[in-house]
Structure formats: C-alpha cells, structure tokens
C-alpha cells in the first residue's frame, strides 16, 4: 500500500500554476499507481494556521477562520475542475487535527525533546504586541538581504528562528520595533543531526530535495516551535502561545489519513505503507529535516520518498506574485475556458520534474496545437472517424508487432513513472501516437477499402488497438479528455489497466466521435497575455523629474476601426495637435467604435512603438482599469488638442 500526500495549499490566496506544479503530477502519479493494480491513498488539505493568515484576515476586516474557509472552498472547486481527485481533503483548523497535533507534541514533551528558553523578539511598542513570523520585516543576519521573520526570502533562502532577524520592524504599522525577552519552547533538533544524515542517506526521491537538505544538516539549530498568536494549535504546557505552523501543517498528513481510513494506524505507526509527500522544492528543508525529525522523536513512521518539483518561471521571469509573474488558475486559466487536461500535459511534459517549469501562452498553445491536438489527437480521431463510418463494428485481428511496439511503450511509460519521470512517460505516449499517425497513414486503408475490405479491416484493427492502448495511457494525464474519447469505444476508464493496453479483445463497437479537442488560436490568448504584460510593468516610486519625462496630452479620436480576429482591440487614428497617431487599444468590449469619434482622450505620447496583433501602436491612450473594464479619461471641460497633461 502507498500512501501519497501533497504539500498543503496555504489558504491565504487563490490557487496559481505554481502550486499545480506539484498537485498535477501527483495526481498523475496515483492515477498511474492504480491502474498498476496498486493500492493508493490520496491525501491533501487546507493548511490554516500561521502569521501571515492573521495578517491578510486583518487586512480585509475579517476573521482568520472566515478567510480560511474562503480560501478552502475555492480550492476544492478548482481541484475539481481540474481532475485533481484526493481521497480526502481535510483542514487543519478541525478538531480532530487539532487533537492529534497535540498527542504528538505531548509525546515530543514527555520524552524530553522540547525545552523552554528566554529569547529577545521583535516588539513593537506602537502595536503593543510581539511580532511573530510575517508581521517582522528586516535584515537576514546571514546575507544582509531584505527578509521576513521566519525566511530569509530574498537571499539566501535560510530559515530564521525568532529573534535572529536583524533591524526589525513592524509590517502592520512600519514602527521601528525594538527586543523584548519572551519565554518560548524548542525542539532538540540538534539531537537528531546524526539520524538526519542517515535518513537522507537512504530517503528516496528526487535529488534536487535530497541535496538541498543536505546542504543545511550541518548547519542545525534548535527549532522554536512555538509563536505569540491567537490563531492556531494551543501549546500544551502554556495556552498563551499556539504551535509555528510547520509543526501542525505536516501532521496533517496523518491527522487526514486518520480520518479517512481505520487503516491509518498501520501506516503511520506500524510503517506498513510506503509514505511519499510532492511538495515543492522551497519547502524541502521542512520536509526533509523538521518534520522526519519530529516522528523520529514521536515514533511515528517515516516518509519514504520526498518528491520535490522544480520551481516555476512565468513568460521566462520568476515567479512572483507581488510583481505580478503569476498565472491564477481559476481567474485566468479556467474562465478563459482552456480545457484542463491542457494544462495538465502541459505542466507534466514540458520539462522533468525536478528543473524548473517555465509558464509561456505562446508556448503553451503551440504545444497543445502541435502535440495534444496534431498528434494525439489527429490520430484518435481519424481512427475512430474512419472506423465508425466504415465498419461500426471491428473484428479486432491484431499484429504482433503491433502488440510489441504498445508494450514496449507501456514498459517505458511504467518505468518513468516509478522514478517520477512524467516528461519521459508522456514523450513515450506522444511517440506512439506518431508511430500510430505514421502507420495509418502509410497503410492507406481509405485506399483499401475500395477493393479489400477485410485487408482494409485489419490495418484498421491495428491502428484501433494503438488507439485503445494510448486512451489508457493518456488517461491518468487528461482523464476528462480520455473518458470522452473512451466511450466511443465503450471503454470504462476508471476500471482500466494498464495491462489492458495490449489485450485484444475479439472486436470493437465504434461510436461517432466528436471532435476531441479544441485548438487554440491566437485571440484566444489574448487578454491573457495583455493581462500579463499588464502587470509585469515595475511600478517603483519616481521622482518628479521621472513624471516630467512622460509626454502625456489631450489628443481628439479622428478614426476608430476594430482589429481583425481580435474581440478586444480597437485601432484608433488619433489628432496630438502636431500630428495624428496610430494607436491599438484593447478596450472593444466595453465601447462601441461609433460611440468613440470625436472624443477628447488623454494620451501617452512617447511610449516606444509597439505591434499588437501585427498592427503598429505608436501611444497610449490612457484609461482606468475597474473590475477588468476599461474608463477612458477625459478632460471636464473643452480643451484644444495637444494640449501638455501636467
């Protein structure tokens, strides 16, 4: 049996590409699993405690648990919609986490591994309060770089115990805080610094994971495990203090696995299961250090792999949710209407699991045109098409060689996937649905069929059975995409084995087949890409002297004309008093041309020109941007062309 987890989502924003990073493939991994006839439990949840959910809660004038519930709704709707199936999916706010948390902690107690010691922490005196984790800013005192309380985010990556960071101030007011003594409690995790050497010496998994917290055992401190909040898991010997997040979230894996199944006890204290956690590479050290630790301490059963995903870049950038170098899963993926499965393959193939991810539209379409929809597709439906109209029902008389080549595919897929190689499994899938298009088209049936119907058949039992076999191995990467296309075989997918792919069955009944899947044009990315463009332009603080550099002047709108295959472009010609402008401005789908001439607009005179839509754009036309609607300014009052906006 195997028990497979996933970093828990923070629920403190909405889901983006980066934490699907680590949720599709293990998803993709577990459907695989099952379909190898092996017993798999799917664990995830909402990780709900910690500073910066009090900090945000604050910030929108509500309360950490209705922020949190927000946030875990939103999830499991957009794990849903994006065939992200856990067994369970619990949160750490309930009860019964909270319970287990504490029986842990109790055992970490009672066996003298946690101890108590005065530190100096951040105080600030304007707030009257202690300032935990994300409510400190400062310096890292390791690199000197910009840092938060609890992680040095911006250099070096070191985790921070409290206390250490340097020039602390306040997040909430700014007031330059100052250091006060406070009691807190630490886990000896010092004591354990010789089994964590031998742990990641035999812990299996992905290197990238592995070398990082191989990086840092040398370097081990005692871990302070508590934190002066009212939002979170009460520390058993002092309720004024709750538990540092990254010691309740990770126990959430057995507090869930609990819940879901009686059989939790043989996987969590008897180690009858083998344990694996996805997570992402930036939280390796917790998963690779703390948290083995801590169940070594509680004699809980250890992880057996930590598989670590690469991190994510967005249009080559990395990854930022501040600057703006993020895609949101549910707001701009999934409303845009893009098949989900899209994303899935795109995210399991684009590159191997532990380099980083690099999230581009442009690439992304011309991925899914040319391979989900050119190759996999294109040989699907020409097999099923050819097949419905010419026979109905196939007598399924099948090479050997065709058998040889599905299993020799399978083999290499079921390999890659047992070393969490997704990009080698889905290129062994992309190449047989090649070999598939290759074959069909040289065998030439449509040719055939005019003087050699069974000849014909037999070429189209063939392609019929490469067909089946890439339905099966495509499924556990685009379930939705492959149960729709498996019907019109009478295929039950979620019954399936992957020993399935090369057994023949005596004949096939073919069904019509719509059209599987949708290719992506163009305008179809464009707002998207605007939206990005949008907000990846750096808005500093500037200088007067800055502004004085911007040309911005009342221009009159002459023309207005629609760009061609675009919904939200509009191509004015615009009057600046000196000369008249070409200007493309993406504000169709709230104004009407007619309604547009003659209007007196304010414009961005020497912004350098561009091409949007292969039409050239030489300005701005300036307008406010409100609940993703565009509102041109305009002048109060009549005033002459050209006239300079001071």
């Known amino acids: 049996m195997k028990l497979v987890t996933c970093g828990l989502p923070y629920a403190n924003g909405k889901l983006h590409i980066g934490h699907l990073r680590t949720y599709v493939p293990a998803d993709v991994y577990v459907r695989f699993l099952r379909m190898m006839n092996e017993k798999v439990i799917f664990i995830c949840g909402s990780d709900c405690h910690g500073t910066p959910i009090v900090v945000n809660a604050e910030k929108e004038g509500i309360s950490p648990k209705e922020l949190v519930e927000k946030y875990h709704e939103h999830f499991m709707r957009v794990f849903k919609e994006m065939e992200i199936s856990f067994d369970f999916f619990g949160k750490t706010t309930e009860y019964y986490h909270h319970e287990r948390t504490k029986e842990i902690v109790n055992r970490l107690i009672e066996k003298g591994y946690v101890y108590s010691k005065e530190v100096e922490l951040a105080f600030c005196e304007k707030c009257n309060r202690f300032l935990p984790d994300r409510y400190v800013?400062?310096?890292?005192?390791?690199?000197?770089?910009?840092?938060?309380?609890?992680?040095?985010?911006?250099?070096?990556?070191?985790?921070?115990?409290p206390g250490e960071i340097l020039e602390p101030r306040c997040k909430l007011c700014g007031n330059i805080a100052i250091f006060k003594k406070r009691k807190h409690y630490f886990f000896k995790l010092t004591a354990f610094q010789d089994f964590i050497k031998y742990y990641l010496s035999n812990l299996s998994g992905t290197e990238n994971a592995i070398n990082y917290a191989k990086e840092w055992v040398e370097n081990l401190k005692d871990w302070c495990i508590t934190r002066d909040l009212d939002w979170g898991v009460r520390f058993p010997l002092d309720e004024t203090l709750v538990l540092y997040v990254w010691v309740d979230a990770p126990i959430g894996y057995i507090s869930f696995t609990e819940k879901f199944t009686r059989e939790w006890e043989d996987i969590w204290l008897k180690g009858d299961a083998e344990i694996i956690h996805f997570i992402g590479l930036d939280i390796a050290y917790h998963h690779c250090i703390f948290w083995p630790a801590m169940l070594r301490a509680a004699n809980y059963a250890l992880p057996n792999a930590i598989v670590a995903s690469g991190m994510v870049k967005i249009e080559g950038k990395t990854f930022s949710k501040s600057r703006g170098y993020v895609v949101w899963v549910e707001d701009e993926y999934l409303r845009a209407g893009f098949n989900p499965d899209?994303?899935?393959?795109?995210?399991?193939?684009?590159?191997?699991?532990?380099?980083d991810l690099n999230f581009s539209w442009d690439v992304f379409r011309e991925k899914i045109n040319n391979e989900v929809i050119a190759t996999l597709g294109n040989f699907l439906f020409r097999i099923m098409s050819f097949s419905w109209k010419n026979f109905g029902t196939v007598k399924m008389v099948v090479d050997r060689e065709i058998i040889e080549r599905i299993a020799k595919s399978k083999e290499r897929i079921v390999e890659a996937i047992r070393k969490w190689e997704f990009k080698s499994a889905t290129d062994a899938i992309m190449e047989l649905a090649s070999f598939g298009n290759t074959y069909f088209q040289n065998s030439k049936p449509w040719e055939i069929i005019k003087s050699d119907k069974e000849r014909a058949m037999k070429i189209v039992a063939n392609a019929l059975q490469i067909a089946k076999a890439l339905i099966i191995f495509s499924y556990p990467v685009m379930p939705k995409s492959m149960e729709k296309i498996g019907k019109a075989i009478e295929m039950n997918l979620k019954s399936c084995s992957i020993e399935d792919a090369t057994k023949v069955e005596k004949e096939l009944k073919i069904m019509k087949l719509e059209l599987p899947f949708e290719k992506i044009e163009e305008k179809d990315l464009e707002n998207l890409k605007m939206a990005l463009l949008d907000r990846f332009a750096e808005k500093p603080e500037i200088s007067i002297e800055d502004f004085k550099k911007l040309d911005i002047r009342i221009g009159k709108i002459l023309s207005v004309e629609r760009v061609e295959k675009s919904k939200k472009l509009l191509k004015f010609i615009v009057d600046i008093g000196n000369e008249r402008r070409q200007i493309v401005a993406g504000i169709a789908e709230n104004h009407k041309p007619e309604e547009l001439l003659g209007k007196l607009v304010v414009v961005l005179t020497n912004l350098k020109p561009a091409r949007i839509m292969g039409v050239e754009s030489k300005g701005m036309i300036l307008a406010a941007d409100a609940d993703g609607k565009a509102f041109l300014l305009i002048p109060e009052k009549e005033v002459e062309v050209g006239t300079r906006v001071k």
Not at 148 to 161: M, P, V
């Open 342 to 355: 899209y994303l899935r393959y795109y995210i399991v193939n684009y590159t191997s699991h532990e380099k």
């Open 137 to 161: 800013e400062g310096i890292c005192p390791y690199c000197k770089s910009p840092a938060r309380g609890d992680e040095c985010d911006q250099g070096c990556g070191r985790h921070l115990e």
